[in-house]
């Protein structure tokens, strides 16, 4: 059995160790709270553009003339990895990276053995998974954590929108953890250039109603594919910071749980060796005690 010493100093550890994670998690909580608000405002308009688009993509005939819903040969693909630029948040990070390079390995796998697969990484853990991996990786953007604005999710967007406008990706596309509730993020893998018109919405585009458009279908087209592809961008970036604040809150309450319960243990452990030495010392001066008698 450890001494009493031992386990003093293990008990004092664990109860800093709780005591950490304890305000781990209320902080995660705090930014959970703010994030979730975000993600949750954006979604319906981020739905209701990607609706329009649709209608009115599914009623004009030439909507291939735009330069980001031409289809190509995936010659040359580029993966936008989403993760996080900080750990202790359970396996958010790993799951990502697995889902990415799975991607890479199974759809790409062809072009990957060309090495004409490149990542984008955002978010230090899932940059450092790829290096580990051997992946071609573009460009970081983890800075952009630091201020996720939609200004500077659009610069991004712009740049990825002009890279695959001037041939250098044929393919673009999207990996990050979906937000669902604190306890559940959502492995979500879309494809962002070009854009795809499903043909469920292609059917829902062509209701019974003439509308009358100003300026033109074309033009209003020309400038929502833009916007769409940014607003998508971004809302991507809030889920992954909605869910990364979600998973650490659940990661940090279970290690406080653990953290708990390890400390309980360790209290019996130390009470019994106490109770030990303490019966010991009794049994000692019993017998010093019979031994002067004799």
Same mark, same amino acid.
């Given at each position: 059995?450890?001494?009493?010493?031992?386990? =003093?100093?293990?008990?004092?550890?664990?109860?800093?160790?709780?005591?950490?994670?304890?305000?781990?998690?209320?902080?995660?909580?705090?930014?959970?709270?703010?994030?979730?608000?975000?993600?949750?405002?954006?979604?319906?308009?981020?739905?209701?553009?990607?609706?329009?688009?649709?209608?009115?993509?599914?009623?004009?005939?030439?909507? $291939?003339?735009?330069? &980001?819903?031409?289809?190509?040969?995936?010659?040359?693909?580029?993966?936008?990895?989403?993760?996080?630029?900080?750990?202790?948040?359970?396996?958010?990070?790993?799951?990502?990276?697995?889902?990415?390079?799975?991607?890479?390995?199974?759809?790409?796998?062809?072009?990957?053995?060309?090495?004409?697969?490149? &990542?984008?990484?955002?978010?230090?853990?899932?940059? =450092?998974?790829?290096?580990?991996?051997?992946?071609?990786?573009?460009?970081?953007?983890? $800075?952009?954590?630091?201020?996720?604005? &939609?200004?500077?999710?659009?610069?991004?967007?712009?740049?990825?929108?002009?890279?695959?406008?001037?041939?250098?990706?044929?393919?673009?596309?999207?990996?990050?953890?979906?937000?669902?509730?604190?306890?559940?993020?959502? #492995?979500?893998?879309?494809?962002?250039?070009?854009?795809?018109?499903?043909?469920?919405?292609?059917?829902?585009?062509?209701?019974?109603?003439?509308?009358?458009?100003?300026?033109?279908?074309?033009?209003?087209?020309?400038?929502?594919?833009?916007?769409?592809?940014?607003?998508?961008?971004?809302?991507?970036? #809030?889920?992954?910071?909605?869910?990364?604040?979600?998973?650490?809150?659940?990661?940090?309450?279970?290690?406080?749980?653990?953290?708990?319960?390890?400390?309980?243990?360790?209290?019996?452990?130390?009470?019994?060796?106490?109770?030990?030495?303490?019966?010991?010392?009794?049994?000692?001066?019993?017998?010093?005690?019979?031994?002067?008698?004799?």
């Amino acid at each position: 059995m450890a001494g009493l010493k031992e386990i =003093r100093t293990r008990i004092a550890s664990v109860k800093t160790t709780r005591q950490v994670t304890s305000a781990m998690k209320m902080v995660s909580a705090a930014k959970l709270k703010k994030a979730q608000d975000v993600i949750l405002q954006i979604r319906p308009y981020a739905d209701k553009l990607h609706q329009i688009l649709a209608s009115l993509s599914a009623s004009l005939e030439n909507v $291939e003339e735009s330069v &980001f819903t031409q289809p190509r040969d995936n010659k040359n693909v580029l993966i936008v990895l989403i993760s996080s630029n900080r750990g202790l948040c359970g396996a958010f990070n790993s799951n990502v990276a697995k889902t990415a390079l799975g991607l890479a390995h199974t759809k790409y796998e062809r072009q990957l053995q060309k090495g004409n697969v490149h &990542f984008l990484a955002i978010g230090k853990q899932g940059q =450092r998974q790829l290096k580990y991996a051997g992946m071609n990786i573009m460009e970081e953007k983890n $800075e952009i954590f630091d201020a996720l604005t &939609f200004e500077n999710v659009s610069a991004i967007a712009t740049e990825i929108m002009n890279l695959f406008a001037k041939e250098a990706y044929d393919c673009v596309e999207l990996v990050y953890n979906q937000f669902k509730n604190a306890a559940v993020q959502i #492995l979500t893998t879309e494809q962002f250039l070009p854009v795809e018109i499903p043909e469920e919405e292609e059917d829902k585009g062509r209701s019974n109603y003439d509308f009358i458009y100003e300026p033109s279908k074309e033009y209003i087209i020309q400038e929502l594919i833009p916007r769409s592809l940014k607003i998508q961008f971004y809302k991507a970036l #809030l889920d992954s910071n909605a869910a990364e604040n979600g998973a650490r809150m659940t990661a940090m309450h279970q290690a406080t749980d653990n953290a708990s319960e390890l400390l309980s243990e360790l209290t019996l452990q130390y009470n019994k060796a106490r109770q030990a030495t303490i019966t010991n010392e009794i049994l000692e001066i019993t017998s010093g005690a019979n031994a002067l008698k004799g």
